[in-house]
């Protein structure tokens, strides 16, 4: 059965700080990894990540994928009490599946 | 552009009765998703549409959910005899192709409440 972990299902850290999130998967014919930020209602896109090694930037995020290990991370450098939010992380196979998502508090 | 509009943005209805949720995506996305999510939750996928097709229905929890898309482009999750269980929001998403592509954009979703 396909499966995505995330970890730590939740975290707080102190403005300033840098954080790492987690995402193993075990999917069949792995297409592709994605990165979601969940404030309120809807997730919004962070990142697609589909070949290993390969880290993806976008400002003070960054994301790398190791297709061999069978996982992501996400980190969040000088982290701001605006990047509170609950980060998803979806796997795309023969079915897309998420995991139930880090909750990030970032205290000021 | 327009994004992914969701009606109605809240619904509470009485147990037993039945709910539509309409899904509009984005102009020329092919592909559409539902996704619930319950209070403290993880997304739950529900279904997926390529075009008025649904290859992936293995999310639907039970007989009593179902979903259609007409002319590629609007969508209606119907739920029949709701029960308590049923609250959650729902949400949906597009994408301009399918799921290989898989860069989802998300609507504001449709909190429901079943008393």
């Known amino acids: 059965e396909d499966k995505v972990v995330q970890s730590p299902l939740s975290l707080v850290v102190h403005e300033g700080d840098t954080v790492t999130l987690n995402c193993s998967y075990e999917?069949?014919?792995?297409?592709?990894l994605l990165w979601y930020k969940q404030e309120k209602k809807a997730p919004t896109f962070l990142f697609m990540l589909t070949s290993s090694g390969i880290e993806k930037k976008s400002g003070r995020l960054s994301s790398i994928l190791d297709k061999k290990e069978l996982f992501s991370i996400l980190n969040i450098t000088a982290t701001q009490t605006g990047d509170s939010a609950v980060y998803l992380c979806?796997?795309?196979?023969?079915?897309?599946?998420f995991g139930a998502g880090t909750i990030l508090r970032v205290k000021s | 552009g327009a994004g992914v509009s969701q009606s109605p943005s809240n619904k509470v209805t009485e147990k037993g009765k039945d709910v539509e949720l309409r899904c509009d995506p984005i102009?020329?996305?092919?592909?559409l998703y539902w996704y619930r999510q319950s209070l403290g939750q993880g997304l739950e996928f529900l279904i997926y549409?390529?075009?008025?097709?649904?290859?992936?229905k293995s999310g639907l929890p039970s007989d009593r959910f179902s979903a259609e898309r007409t002319g590629g482009s609007v969508s209606t999750l119907t739920i029949q005899r709701t029960q308590q269980e049923d609250s959650a929001v729902y949400l949906c998403?597009?994408?301009?192709?399918?799921?290989?592509?898989?860069?989802?954009?998300f609507g504001p979703g449709t909190r429901l409440t079943v008393t």
């Open positions: 979806a796997v795309v196979g023969n079915k897309l599946v």
């Open positions: 102009s020329g996305h092919t592909a």
């Open positions: 998403a597009s994408s301009p192709l399918g799921l290989e592509t898989s860069e989802q954009y």
């Open positions: 549409f390529q075009g008025n097709s649904a290859p992936d």
């Open positions: 999917v069949t014919n792995f297409r592709s």
